[in-house]
């Protein structure tokens, strides 16, 4: 199989061919590893490639899953494989290797998922941008001067370049849905409490934390959700379980849903007239495919709002950076982590039990109102990024002089729209829905209800039949016969 025939596949398809035994594991893996040595010495998205690890992992049998045989590639932060690196994009993490699997990994094992590599990550993935000093920046492939976004930016600049159909993703702030954006993919983030994150951590950053993947298409999203959602072992809280399978709810057009639209994010920041002009266009064809659109905003105090995110975010990167240190016996400094997550961290011992109680009151206050009105919306329509893909370097997370609070405003700056649904835990996609004048992906926002992924996965297809994306590839792509020069 070469790299044309395999990357025209999503992660049902190549599985398909699989069950079909039209071809093996081993050549998809074979085909994976191809495009990796193609692209990633200009992309940057691939840190570890797992050839040896990938073969064990066939030669002992691969679990009949939805997904056998289907090349994988895992994010060094939150999930970890045994005996895999996990840097998380630091200095003072390198060579950090876990000796077990954390569950959502076991099932990704157990889908029949082959991780042939493990991609990029901003420093403790705190960062719109993939750009650490660690590994050095990871370039978009529509445009290799513009930024994948972050922090999940390794993976959907993989996704994007055709290495494999989706890839491990998590969102504490936007991680999946703006990398989905940058990189014209499919990114849901799902309800908190659907996929899990043990057995490390109950609700990783107090609940902001969601894990799941990048994709292509809306299908494998559904089926790869399909395939790992449930509580794991010990877990305290979990969502709803769906009334039927995920990729069943595809198969079904929605009903006429009612759609609130916003242009302005609630923290006031400007928005860029592309993305506002991808948004009127998204609204009119939403419109045509027969749902109401009302603009309409949840009223939410975004200084608080902020406060209480940069709070939430210090209390663990100190709590990350400290348990690093004590591990592997390094004092944190500017010799080993980055000069905004060094104020962070800073910050973040400052930080008193009274004001982290503060904060998470604030985050049951925004979702107590944002909850009031999704009772009369079906679903929240916006940008997912003020910005079409910003260039390489402008979001600087080892620019000296920064404070925590500077570091925060300019990542949600660039991202207003995405943090409001990891503090209310409801599920949220990005779509690639619209395109800038010099060919670069925007992606639009849906948000909604918690628990009622289904409802977005329905829009979602509807919305990929109707102005489908598939066939789009960026020219930088592992089937291109030459790639742009660099």
Same mark, same amino acid.
């Given at each position: 199989?070469?790299?044309?025939q395999?990357s025209?596949?999503?992660?049902?398809?190549?599985?398909?061919?699989?069950r079909?035994?039209e071809?093996?594991?081993?050549?998809?893996k074979k085909?994976a590893?191809?495009?990796? &040595?193609?692209?990633?010495?200009?992309?940057?998205?691939?840190i570890?490639?797992?050839?040896?690890?990938a073969d064990?992992?066939?030669?002992?049998?691969?679990?009949?899953g939805?997904?056998?045989?289907?090349?994988?590639?895992?994010?060094e932060?939150?999930?970890?494989?045994a005996g895999?690196?996990f840097?998380?994009g630091?200095?003072?993490?390198?060579?950090?290797?876990?000796?077990?699997?954390?569950?959502?990994?076991?099932r990704?094992?157990?889908?029949?998922l082959?991780?042939? !590599?493990?991609?990029?990550t901003?420093?403790?993935?705190?960062?719109?941008?993939?750009?650490?000093?660690?590994?050095?920046?990871?370039?978009?492939?529509?445009?290799?001067?513009?930024?994948?976004?972050?922090?999940s930016g390794g993976?959907?600049?993989?996704?994007?370049a =055709?290495?494999?159909?989706?890839a491990?993703?998590n969102?504490?702030?936007?991680?999946?849905?703006i990398?989905?954006?940058?990189?014209?993919?499919?990114?849901?983030?799902?309800?908190?409490?659907r996929?899990?994150?043990?057995?490390?951590?109950?609700?990783?950053?107090?609940?902001?934390?969601?894990?799941?993947?990048?994709?292509?298409?809306?299908?494998?999203?559904?089926?790869?959700?399909?395939?790992?959602? !449930?509580?794991?072992?010990?877990?305290?809280?979990?969502?709803?379980?769906?009334?039927?399978p995920?990729?069943?709810?595809i198969?079904?057009?929605?009903?006429?849903?009612?759609?609130a639209?916003?242009?302005?994010?609630p923290?006031? &920041?400007?928005v860029?007239?592309?993305?506002?002009d991808?948004?009127?266009?998204?609204?009119?064809?939403?419109?045509e495919?027969?749902?109401?659109?009302?603009?309409?905003?949840?009223?939410?105090?975004?200084?608080?709002?902020?406060?209480?995110?940069?709070?939430?975010w210090?209390?663990?990167?100190?709590s990350?950076?400290?348990?690093i240190?004590?591990?592997t016996g390094?004092?944190p400094?500017?010799?080993n982590?980055?000069?905004?997550?060094?104020?962070?961290y800073?910050?973040g011992?400052?930080?008193?039990?009274t004001?982290?109680?503060?904060?998470?009151?604030?985050?049951?206050?925004?979702?107590?109102?944002?909850?009031?009105?999704?009772?009369e919306?079906?679903?929240?329509?916006s940008?997912?990024?003020?910005?079409?893909?910003?260039?390489? =370097?402008?979001?600087?997370?080892?620019?000296?002089g920064?404070s925590?609070?500077e570091?925060?405003e300019?990542?949600?700056?660039?991202?207003p729209?995405?943090?409001?649904?990891?503090?209310?835990g409801q599920?949220?996609i990005?779509?690639?829905?619209?395109?800038s004048?010099?060919?670069l992906?925007?992606?639009m926002q849906?948000? =909604?209800r918690y628990?009622d992924?289904a409802?977005?996965?329905?829009?979602?297809s509807?919305?990929?039949?109707?102005?489908?994306?598939?066939?789009?590839?960026?020219a930088?792509?592992?089937?291109?016969?030459?790639?742009?020069?660099?």
């Open positions: 199989m070469n790299l044309s395999y025209v596949y999503d992660g049902i398809g190549l599985a398909e061919l699989v079909q035994k071809v093996t594991p081993k050549e998809l085909a590893l191809e495009g990796i &040595a193609k692209v990633n010495p200009q992309l940057n998205a691939i570890s490639v797992l050839s040896e690890t064990e992992q066939i030669d002992a049998g691969l679990p009949e939805p997904f056998r045989g289907v090349p994988f590639l895992i994010k932060i939150v999930l970890h494989a895999v690196p840097s998380m630091s200095r003072l993490a390198k060579g950090a290797v876990f000796p077990y699997d954390t569950e959502l990994m076991a990704f094992r157990k889908a029949g082959v991780t042939v !590599g493990t991609t990029t901003p420093e403790f993935a705190y960062n719109a941008t993939t750009e650490s000093v660690l590994h050095g920046p990871t370039h978009n492939p529509w445009n290799l001067r513009h930024s994948s976004g972050g922090s993976s959907g600049a993989a996704v994007a =055709g290495v494999v159909p989706f491990h993703a969102d504490g702030g936007g991680s999946i849905r990398p989905a954006s940058c990189n014209g993919l499919v990114g849901l983030k799902p309800t908190r409490g996929v899990p994150t043990g057995p490390d951590y109950s609700e990783p950053l107090n609940g902001l934390g969601i894990e799941f993947a990048l994709t292509r298409t809306v299908r494998d999203a559904a089926a790869l959700l399909d395939a790992v959602a !449930g509580p794991d072992t010990g877990c305290y809280s979990w969502a709803e379980p769906p009334k039927r995920f990729f069943d709810e198969t079904h057009l929605p009903r006429r849903l009612r759609i639209w916003i242009s302005k994010p923290s006031g &920041a400007l860029d007239q592309e993305c506002l991808s948004l009127h266009a998204t609204v009119r064809l939403c419109e495919l027969g749902h109401e659109l009302v603009e309409a905003s949840p009223i939410i105090d975004s200084e608080q709002h902020i406060l209480a995110t940069l709070r939430i210090a209390a663990n990167v100190t990350w950076i400290d348990g240190a004590q591990a390094q004092t400094s500017e010799a982590v980055e000069a905004a997550n060094l104020s962070t800073q910050y011992r400052t930080i008193t039990a004001e982290l109680l503060d904060a998470l009151a604030v985050q049951n206050i925004v979702s107590r109102a944002v909850g009031r009105f999704f009772t919306y079906d679903v929240l329509l940008p997912t990024t003020a910005r079409p893909p910003l260039p390489l =370097g402008e979001l600087n997370a080892n620019a000296k920064l925590a609070k570091w925060t300019q990542i949600f700056t660039y991202a729209f995405t943090n409001l649904f990891n503090t209310t599920p949220a990005s779509l690639p829905l619209g395109w004048r010099d060919g992906p925007i992606g849906f948000a =909604g628990a992924e409802t977005l996965l329905q829009l979602a509807q919305l990929e039949h109707a102005c489908p994306w598939k066939e789009r590839r960026p930088f792509h592992v089937a291109a016969e030459q790639l742009p020069v660099f």
